[in-house]
């Protein structure tokens, strides 16, 4: 294959565009085919990935999405004697208020008529609710489990809040390692015939063809395709403009933390937790006056929104720890390849996650100098779902907006769009992941009415 002439050009070579190659390499044998991206693959926004999983979503569309990623992810799981390091621990969802009925209608709704038999309820401190003392995902349970007891959280989770009174432990999910994922599928389609360029894309002119100009090792160049994939992640909408089409898609940065907890404040077989009520940070006098001297962070002063991560990094004799705060939520921002980062965040992340387990407080002010704090785009359409499959300009596919689930939603992300891009067929929830959806009066009504749009 000519590097500069080629049945399929995917541009983006993070998690979602290497894995929509690999299903179209692998899974339907289109070798004549080439990735191109200015950056190394899984550079950028892939490189900051929380390396999550679950398939809870207020939605059963995504709950569908979701547990397609997770059956394509065990699969690979299976295949490479678990290369990508998948763990099933769960996520851990807490939160201080008694039956908070409106979390619990959300949890009903996202799985639909499978919640009588996947949402067990835990009301006393006798349950026979089952801890994730393993991290085998073969071996872990499925569904939800919501205790609704205090002392039975205390029992299990003794360095929480004594005041958390309500967790929804969501058992199909866990860690992964995006990195190990992109490297197995990078490696698995080169064997098919697939390749990769570095290389930047300035232009898309189509004819009979696409002719797309490149700036590589200094030179330009065209390489000329039949169909294009647009996996261009916080720059989608700008490779889409190239074409001359809109996308509805805004950039959100969100930043993390991550360092050595030498002090074992948080237990290494403790699930992927998120503090889900809102708080107004404490500050003492002196803090207050800085921050409120810099228009840019005076937001820290004011009530925050809940949804703080907490997870131990690097399995269960590790030592690290990681932390994150999607508090940007409504920030948006042209995206560029090297984000300025809040010099606050580290310090905020810290206090804020202090909050569920206190014993990270030891750490205020005196972070570990072995430390990195990171941060990538949550590129995401108003209603948080992904833009998968055929784009309006004919030849186009898209396999992008997918916010901060990049790397658990890759797999079923690419397998979709490959499908697309060969007319083979494809699930029935695929059509509401589409452009399509946006001709579904019904759904988008629906949708705009609902609070969550599954953003933790």
């Known amino acids: 294959m000519k590097a500069n002439d080629v049945d399929i050009l995917v541009i983006g070579a993070g998690i979602v565009g290497i894995a929509t190659a690999y299903y179209l ?24 990935s929380g390396e999550n999983y679950r398939n809870w979503w207020p939605h059963p569309t995504m709950a569908d999405f979701t547990n397609h990623s997770t059956d394509l992810m065990e699969d690979i799981a299976r295949r490479s004697d678990n290369r990508i390091h998948m763990t099933r621990r769960g996520y851990f969802l807490a939160t201080r208020e008694e039956r ?117 090792d200094g030179a330009r160049q065209t390489i000329k395709a039949d169909i294009i994939v647009n996996a261009a992640g916080p720059f989608a909408a700008q490779v889409a403009a190239m074409h001359g089409e809109e996308l509805p898609i805004v950039n959100v940065l969100q930043q993390k933390i991550a360092f050595a907890d030498r002090n074992r404040a948080v237990d290494r077989r403790m699930p992927f937790t998120i503090d889900l009520d809102g708080q107004t940070l404490a500050w003492s006098d002196d803090e207050r006056e800085a921050l409120a001297a810099a228009p840019e962070f005076a937001q820290l002063l004011a009530p925050m929104p809940g949804s703080i991560h907490c997870r131990p990094d690097g399995g269960d004799h590790g030592e690290w720890i990681k932390l994150g705060w999607a508090f940007n939520a409504e920030t948006t921002t042209e995206p ?116 969550s749009r599954g953003l933790l």
């Not at 899974?27 to 900051?48: F, Y």
């Open 25 to 48: 390499a692998v899974q339907h044998k289109r070798s004549r085919l080439l990735i191109v991206d200015e950056s190394q693959p899984m550079a950028l926004t892939s490189a900051q």
């Open 100 to 216: 908070p009925e409106e979390l619990l209608q959300q949890l009903f709704a996202g799985y639909g008529d499978q919640a009588a038999a996947q949402i067990r309820l835990h009301e006393g401190i006798t349950s026979d609710y089952a801890p994730p003392l393993s991290a085998d995902w073969q071996a872990a349970p499925d569904g939800v489990d919501v205790l609704l007891c205090r002392d039975l959280i205390q029992k299990y989770y003794p360095a929480f809040d004594k005041e958390v009174a309500t967790g929804l432990h969501i058992r199909r999910a866990g860690d992964i390692s995006g990195q190990q994922l992109g490297q197995y599928m990078l490696e698995t389609m080169r064997l098919s015939g697939a390749q990769f360029q570095q290389a930047r894309v300035l232009g898309i002119a189509k004819a009979e063809r696409f002719d797309v100009d490149v700036l590589a």
């Open 336 to 451: 560029v390849r090297e984000p300025e980062l809040n010099p606050y965040f580290p310090e905020v992340v810290l206090r804020a996650a202090s909050r569920l387990q206190p014993a990270l407080a030891r750490y205020l002010g005196a972070l570990p100098r072995d430390r990195v704090h990171y941060g990538g785009y949550y590129p995401m359409t108003k209603e948080n779902w992904p833009l998968l499959g055929a784009a309006r300009t004919p030849g186009v596919f898209l396999a992008t907006a997918l916010s901060g689930y990049g790397t658990m939603g890759a797999c079923a992300a690419g397998d979709l769009c490959a499908r697309a891009v060969v007319g083979a067929p494809v699930p029935a929830f695929a059509r509401s992941l589409s452009l399509a959806r946006y001709e579904d009066k019904a759904l988008m009504d629906g949708l705009q009415a609902t609070a």
